[in-house]
């Protein structure tokens, strides 16, 4: 590895690209279509790992983030986060150089879509199938014909079909309860499908989040795939089942500033402005921040969950360590941490280095 002297976001491109592969595969045996979520990664030079496997069409979170995967070659588009109307300048322009999908929800934003939509402009209607977040109810008909009504007035926008995030999946509290929650979101989009399929034959179901595509293998009439953290996994996911440990592409390596051997603990450069403040339960109950990889004997070695980084505050971590393991930590070391929740530890790194040592910029570098 390359010198590293400050907390540095580290991937493996080729666990990367056995996790694209692995999907793009579960996609193609399911006859779905895979418009992988790139919020994760938000680099231009890892979205054309995914052009390896045949990926054509993405999906992001921002207006800003379509911008910058349009000006890096993509020209199929589907911006996952309710309209901004405040925006609408900038879709506008967008939409008139890439194909370009937005959700509504509301028929404030369908109105101000229907009014000033210049360009030709795909709608998803967001559905909330238990996540409550944001989406319509799929029991609220009504408003799902004022918005389409609305939206009618316009020759320019298409209505897609329905789309939504089962983002209650991360809730779950084991595999079992994913499939469940996964299946009821289905239903309630079939549903949908049905009673819209007459006044729109092509109506789609799109769906994602990493838990379920990940796990479940029931995607009777879904017709796209969308998720995305599964490009790098994390603690998180596999906390729920969603991958196994080598599945995890990713580490923060942070130098080690300080060693306190009455507390069991070292201190390193890495704080909340690089882990964010994620965490899950530790077995002791207690929070756990991130997990420690060593390297012995030439070996990569997962230390088990005495050993893991339990406070974080704005630029220090702090690593509880049985002391065995903490001889073996110096003043100057770097540490390995597998994070929590990589899409934020990402978006705060801003660039990356891979195993190999090349620079990764993002548009946020």
Known sequence: MIEIIRPTFVIDKEVCLQNIERMAEKAKTHNLRFRPHFKTHQSA???EWFRLFGVDAITVSSV???EYFAMN?????TIAFSLNILEMGNINRLAASVKLNVLLENREAAEILSSQAKAPIGVYLKIDTGYNRTGIPSTRTGLIDSILDIIATNPKITFKGFLTHTGHTYEARSTNEIFSRQFDALLKLRSLKAAYKRRFPNVEISMGDTPSASICNNFGGVDELRPGNFVFYDLMQHSL???SMKDIAVRMVCPVVA????RNEVVI???AVHFAKESILNTDGKPLYGRIVIEKDGEKQLLDTN?????LSQEHGVIKMTPTNLREINVGDLMKVIPVHSCLTANLAKTYMTTEGEEISTANT
Request: proline letters at 0%; charged letters at 20%; one cysteine or more.
């Open 241 to 243: 089942g969603a991958c």
């Open 259 to 262: 060693k306190h051997v009455s």
């Open 269 to 271: 450069y890495g704080g």
């Open 64 to 66: 800003s983030m379509a």
């Open 45 to 47: 030079k890892i979205g």
């Open 307 to 311: 050993n893991y980084l339990s406070r």
């Open 73 to 77: 070659g993509w020209d199929d588009i």
